[in-house]
């Protein structure tokens, strides 16, 4: 049974939870929970992480912690029982430990370590915390620490400040504005602070004493390792100073032993001393720790002789020195002693012993040796700051250890109160001995004794140095040989007080003899008083002291004998008459010097002091003596403090006329010494004197008199440094008055209080008087005045002792009542002022409600004043803030509702005009404060106090006014960011205080300026200001975290929708005016309804409804909504706002409105174009801000302008657009594209002179001017982009309109650029890109690529598996399809990607060009790609029964043209393609298409030749023949002939006879044109290629006789063949389309570039064995096998249904080979290297599209469709072929071998071996149906018959036996071979097929070829099997070259296009299609 808890409340979890039981609630450890009901061990609740998710877990998985309970039941809250400390480290912790994680995440490695370190800290503190054994001390000085670190942690995470007061977060209800400001500035200083953590006590003292911090130095003696004296020593250790030469500080004494150690034992560890009350100042000076060691020991180290072994002398051995200044960088910042090694050096001359520190620190080398080794003292030094209890509360470690205090000598900076001293430092200084007749010097020791008045010795009064005990007498260190010695030896003599006087010193001097017995022998002694006969001690001086002679037997029992004797020359004068007969008598000769140093708290060396105290003795001298305190030392004075009052005030009470003046001003001199930082401790001195020991009972009269005497003088004195000194001691002043009337009040009962009081009014006259006079003529005055103004708030408390709240405040709002108002008095006076009434709102006294109500109007009417005049603004802030302060913690009171009333009246308007004033000069600090006065003043108003303010206009302009100022005030507020982001806290609370403000203020605006007075300005004003409002960042719940959010909504709400309903029933309440706002405020509006906070825009969006019904009203439409909405929502949604669900909710909302009315259909139509453009800017913004590639972002720029232009027709928004497009396009040097882009606007402009505003980055110009600018750059980009011919057009335009201006100097340069264009055009070198269809399918895709297809032009280079690669890449989430088909519903609307791509082939439109045969390549190269809008796709099937003899009689051609939206390229690289259509190619017209291409490539070669346009290398012509007559001979044309001559054929298609003839010409012409190929050959040919020359006329001849049965006009052959031939059977004439500009080409550009020609025509006749086309071998000089003739034997015919001979492979084969092998995955690794190499060829693009032109490389170097089908193999199996008849052939593998063909061809090449190919299974990509190769590209040859000379010849070396090579005698040296060969066992379904090179390809390449052949996208690739053009096939007229690029020709539908060939434009001499043409008819007419 569950019960709810009473104790368990609140736990920890201990382990982490999985929750595996139903209802069990996942835990992970650390997470804190909340429990509800526990039962048998479960506990039921949920995590404080979310609490939403009730559970269960385990009881003993929690650790139960005390919690406080509220509002117990349902909504409970529980608290745990912790420091608040401690909650708030656990929360910011767990906050951390996400985002700390990030920071790995974002590489912020430095940051993730420091956080690491710092959460580590917080932890260990807080678990110090808990433990609770910490002292309240420790537990103050964790706290700091913990809540440094928060804050530290916070800021560099950008999180908030959070404000706290003494480590608590303060609660911001709690306290007013003001404060929670300062508390946010403390906080943040605070954390600026963290990291130096030096002087922190300064401030933590304040400015108000400004306490020096003292210094202390901790030292501690570790070892003295160098100790190998192998005696007892002394080590004194003290501090020096180097430029005053002089021991700053006591010595500490350290003794050891022998050895080195303590000679102690308890000393062990313990040898340690604190040199304290180093001030500021002392460590700035250039200070030293000087070690002095001292020996205990015989005389001389070395001499054992040198006195007997039972004597030890104090003799000195060395010095060690380390500068402090040196050390403290490496110390101040440590929390530990730091080591250090102090070498000891030892003294060279005894006699310099006194200054050896001084030679080692100036290293004056000669006087002291440097030790032998490093070794010496080891001491750790640790510096300490703070006063002493501090550093022994926070180091008690150190004073456990029994350190040694060792003191400054003299008192430091600050004395302290009760620290009672009285040491007398003596320094032995010199001597100066007789010899007494010896030879050598004496070695001289004194011995002191201190001693009493009656003769007895004081013992333990003598202080060798701190650490050791006090002693009875000193021994000073001997000097070897010294009658003159100088020690320097300072020694303390702590003598009681008590002893002092009469106390004497004695100092006796011996001689210490090193002879055997080493005896001390007495001569002589000397001795010194502590104190004078006048009671003054001994001066602080050097005193030269009478030394007097005596030996061993002098007695000095009675000491009398000497004490009468003068013990100095001061002495000596003080007493004359000394009688001579002494027994002691004075060595003149000899002298002794000491010096002393007084540091005591009860003695003085002062006479006047003395004087004072002892007054009486001198009645006639008072006077003088009380006017010579001035001059006594604040030492001496703060020492007698008490003494020295009492003295006074009994002067004073003895003769109060006589003295009370000079009494009064020795008061103040006192008063105004304790003000001095250096005694400001002794107040408290004072204060007790005055309430414990002062006696003074009738001293107030005399004071008060004295005081009104000086204030009175103050207006005649000129010098009034005395009344200003009076004015500064007023506090103390009146403490003794109020404290002495108090006195005389109990000692009388009361008597005299009228008096009294008449006194204190009389003195406030006068203060008032002071104040009121003008003191602009004087300065001394302003003086006087700032001195009494200064002093004045201190009297406060003392007054209240006497007189009641109320009296004392009267007395002070006269006084500052006095003062003259700001206008008269200068500046410095205006702040003294100020800071007197601050001081004032500080005091006690203002925190009396009866006295505020007294002292307010006055303090408010001089902040008035200040605040109109815009001085001393932050001074002013500060009394505020203190005012508000004290307010709101006493606003339970009722008085405050009255003086929150009076600040409203005076300072409201004020404030605000003030505010204004800062916001517009950016005074930030000062806004800051002002800003927090103004939130604390409205935050205290109540609704009365609002009631009041509004009633309290006169006219409604004056309300008008306030309202203006303060909605400007709150939008500057959210505008400027007056407090820093991370304040939310403040930020927070004034949205609050803001948003109530106007929920007070609305309705008056309502009321006042709605009807008749309506006030466009101010409505306005009040909605832009909540507009701002409900868009601050500060209240986007939505970006913070869930935490931060829900405290947020618990104190505040969601204050967004506070305001919008607000703002909403504002905008109702406006009626008929809303048309004012309309379309002003529809931007503003639709920011707000784009909060993304649902009930916001719940109510928000209707309002657009309103307004488009208003404005319907007005107009009869809605024109200026609709334009202004979509111009804002334009730049709102790319700002970042908005979202799908927003769109979705505007067009619900506001179509369910608008069903109501009458403009139903505008207002519907409007809507669906709003959200249909939300649409595009939501995909524009997603691609924008993404990571999307430039494609994405290019295709959304084009989709949404074109939106702009077509449907909502915004030509502004469209131009932004285009340039937006242009951008993109320079970016992605896309640079016609950016062209095109730009021409769109220079469109929309006209050549006229009609001023255009500036706009974008135009500036105003005349639209000419602009539209010529744009010119000129659309013409450079048209150059960048190398589209000449597009420029060019535009040159002319611009030219014109030069000329009409006659602006020649342009003309001409315009001119000129067009000459260059042409130029360009003939002389550089372009590419032609392939062109892809691109199919985008699923819901996934934006909204713009959803269910369309689309053609893209390819990059330079790029080919079809570049492409597949690039687009996937941009889509990693898309699927490619593998098939060509339409995408069924399915794939549709499925949530998925779909990407299907493949290859295809333009259709030029200008067809008129490429049919002129004068034209030269490079320029029909152009035609054939550019301006294209159709494209063609050709898919290979058979019809009906296939055909197992030869198959090319029921193999169709499937022919897809897309026709695009719009031309490529244009304004895009993409076009969606408008419709498709589709149509069907017959075997028969594939066949015409084939033969025609071939022979119009040949044609061009042949007379290239015959007019010497290929100079001097005739290897191209070779090889093309050698393909041709080869590959005929190998059975090429024979499939034809079989398949469409033979009776039942012809019999069957009795409508095809036309075509049958057509065919029969077209073949006859073939062999027309081979019979004067050879001529020319033969004419050319080199004598050593003369055999290839005889073996192409045989192989010529025989295939003319194989063809004579079927065609008998062959046999009338041009004799240059006849008789040569050897007609050998089955031979076919292979066409292979190659324009003669390909060849050149490839000639001239190495076999780089006929790899890859291989384009395998969609349909070519093929034997069997081309169903292994796949394998595509490119010889490299290992296999050299193939002659030139292989080449072409990898040709994949353009044509799409190629001659082939018998042996014809299925059709699927089509697409089981790739394009091209370069580059792809199943080229072997050791032919890799030629890839690459390939990749580094020029860019030659003017090959034909055909596939198999040997230039149509791809930018791998492979042939575009082998690639395409490479890239199916790599993408993954798919089904060969979508047609089920066609038979499985997709298993052809290409291996790519390069032959270089640097070798020359002269040499015979060995037979060609059979070859079998690797084969890998070709996962047919679909080849892009665009692909400009046919369906059949050389990938299949299975239907491409030849996939490279477009007649496939079947030679046998493909099964195994090598066919005869042609010998090599030809040098081609930039002529790849390429062979395709296919060698799979004759037992495989398809036969090899094997591509002869010496096909006239070659020749083709060099021409453009019209269609490139596509490779199937299913598996097939789909041939032309379009009709033949309908050009006749006449020798003389050349074809078009992109025809015969396109594999399935597209002549005869399409108007007869052709498709343009795709070629590397090259230079040409000659090569021109006429010429051609000429060179034609002339070799005919020759022959």
Known sequence: MWTPTEEEKYGVVICSFRGPVPQGLILELGETVQILEKCEGWYRGVSIKKPNVKGIFPANYIHLKKAVVSNRGQYETVVPLEDSVITEVTATLQEWAVLWKQLYVKHKIDLFYKLRHVMNELIDLRRQLLSGHLTQDQVREVKRHLTVRLDWGNEHLGLDLVPRKDFEVVDSDQISVSDLYKMHLSSRHSVQQSTSQVDTIRSRHGEACRLPVPHHFFLSLKSFTYNTIGEDADVFFFLYDVREGKQISERFMVRLNKNGGPKNPEKIDRMCALFTDLSSKDMKKDLYIVAHVIRLGRMLLNDSRKGPSHLHYRRPYGCAVLSIMDVIPSISELKEEKDFVLKVYTCNNENEWYQIHENIIRKSSTKYTAPSSNYGLIVSLQLLRGEMEQVRREYPMIFNRGVAVTRKIGFPDVIMPGDIRNDLYLTLEKGDFERGGKSVQKNIEVTMYVLYADGEFLKDCISLGSGESSRSLYHSFVLYHSNSPRWGEVIKLPIPIDRFRGSHLRFEFRHCSTKDKGEKKLFGFAFTPLMRDDGTTLSDDIHELYVYKCDENSTFNNHALYLGLPCCKEDYNGCPNIPSSLIFQRSTKESF????QLSSTKLTQNVDLLALLKWKAYPDRVMDILGRLRHVSGEEIVKFLQDILDTLFVILDDNTEKYGLLVFQSLVFIINLLRDSKYFHFRPVMDTYIQKHFAGALAYKELIRCLKWYMDRSAELIRQDHIQEAMRALEYLFKFIVQSRILYSRATCGMEEEQFRASIQELFQSIRFVLSLDSRSSETLIFTQAALLNSFPAIFDELLQMFTVQEVAEFVRGTLGSMPSTVHIGQSMDVVKLQSIARTVDSRLFSFSESRRILLPVVLHHIHLHLRQQKELLICSGILSSIFSIIKTSSLETDVIEEVEMMVESLLDVLLQTLLTIMSKSQSQEAGEYVSCLLSLLRQMSDTHFQHLLENFQSKDELKEFLLKIFCVFRNLMKMSVFPRDWMVMRLLTSNIIVTTVQYLSPALHKNFTETDFDFKVWNSYFSLSVLFINQPSLQLETVTPVKRKKILDKYGDMRIMMAYELFS???????????????????FLGVTLVPQPEVRNIMIPIFHDMMDWEQRKNGNFKQVEAELIDKLDSLVSEGKGDENYRELFSLLL??????????????????????????????????????????????????????????????????YIHKLCDMHLQAENYTEAAFTLLLYCELLQWEDRPLRDFLHYPSQTEWQRKEALSRKIIHYFNKGKSWEFGIPLCRELAIQYESLYDYQSLSWIRKMEATYYDNIMEQQRLEPEFFRVGFYGR?????????????????YERLEAFQQRMLSEFPQAIAMQHPNHPDDNILQCDAQYLQIYAVTPIPDNIDVLQMDRVPDRIKSFYRVNNIRKFRYDRPFHKGPKDKENEFKSLWIERTTLILTHSLPGISRWFEVERRELVEVSPLENAIQVVENKNQELRTLISQYQHKQMHGNINLLSMCLNGVIDAAVNGGIARYQEAFFDREYITTHPGDAEKITQLKELMHEQVHILGVGLAVHEKFVHPEMRPLHKKLIDQFQMMRSSLYHELPALDKLSPACSGTSTPRSSMLISHSPMSPE???LVHRHSLLNMLGTVRHSSSSLSSHTSSETGNLVILTDSSIGETAEDMYHMQASPSTSSLSSTHSAPSQMINSAPPSTRGSPSLPDKYRHNRDLMMLLPTHRDRPSSAMYPAAITENGQHQNFQRALLQQVIGPCKPCSDPNLSVAEKGHYSLHFDAFHHHLNDVPPALPARTLRKSPLHPIPASPTSPQSGLDGSNSTLSGSASSGVSSLSESNFGHSSEPPPRTDTMDSVPSQAWNTDEDLETPYLPVRYSLSEPDVLETLKSQPCRSHSAPSGVIPQDTMDPPALPPKPYHSRLPNIENEEGMMKE??????????KISQPIGGAKEEQARVAWEHGISEQ
């Open 1949 to 1958: 539908e399409e108007e007869k296009h052709r498709a343009l060939h795709r």
């Open 1151 to 1216: 179509l369910e409105k608008i069903e109501q009315e009458t403009w139903r259909e505008t207002g519907i139509s409007f809507v669906t174009s709003v959200t249909r453009l939300m649409e595009r800017l939501l995909d524009y913004r997603d691609c924008m801000k993404g990571d999307e590639t430039e494609n994405k972002k290019i295709g959304c720029t084009v989709n949404l302008m074109n939106f702009y232009k077509s449907e909502i027709n915004k030509e502004e928004m469209y131009i932004r």
């Open 593 to 596: 010097s000491v010096s002393t």
């Open 1638 to 1640: 390909s060849i050149k």
């Open 1340 to 1356: 996934k895709f934006p909204f713009f690529l959803r269910n369309k297809e689309y053609v893209c032009r390819g990059h330079d």
């Open 1066 to 1084: 504002m905008w109702q309440n406006l009626g008929e005016h809303k048309i004012h706002f309309i379309p002003g405020m529809i931007g503003p």
